[in-house]
């Protein structure tokens, strides 16, 4: 009789330790899960002043007013309808850094987009990051 009590002693005691575990397992993936998203929020607020500020000087400096405007569609999207799409995120930066040096066709309509390999990376990044800031 001893021997059956302590036995189930044991497996409650079990039970709770495993149940214990598993809400903390549980918290601590919440709670990765909160870091995570407010370090994208963090680095997409990252963008200073001074770096929209460039952004906005390289667009006029570049041939890519002459294709766009911020609110009004000419022959590309208005930046306002660019940056409705995709929110500002390291993602999109990369993803249309990538896009407006190699240029190209198919997301807003058959029009394409003329490439532009020598313009500086950074500097479409630039560019990019001002665009996904006009909203
Ligand atoms: C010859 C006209 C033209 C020029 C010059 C031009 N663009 Fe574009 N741009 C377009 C067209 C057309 C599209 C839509 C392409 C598509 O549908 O995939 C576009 C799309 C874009 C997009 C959105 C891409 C996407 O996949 O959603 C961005 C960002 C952009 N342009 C930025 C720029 C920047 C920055 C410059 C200057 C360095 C520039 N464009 C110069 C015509 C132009």
Redesign the pocket.
Known sequence: MKKITILTAFVIATCAVNSFAQTVVKKSTRTTTVVKKTTTTAAAGKVSAVTLEQGKQL?AK???L???KVDVKI???AYKD?AK??PANAENYEK?TQ??IAG??????E????A?PS?PPAD?KK??QY?LSVK
Not at 104 to 109: D, L, N, P, R
Not at 111 to 114: A, K, N, Y
């Open positions: 667009l570049n041939d890519c002459s294709c766009h022959v590309g999207p660019v799409k995709y249309l896009k407006v190209g066709s198919g997301v807003w309509g029009v394409p987009m003329s532009h313009v479409i560019m990019v665009i």
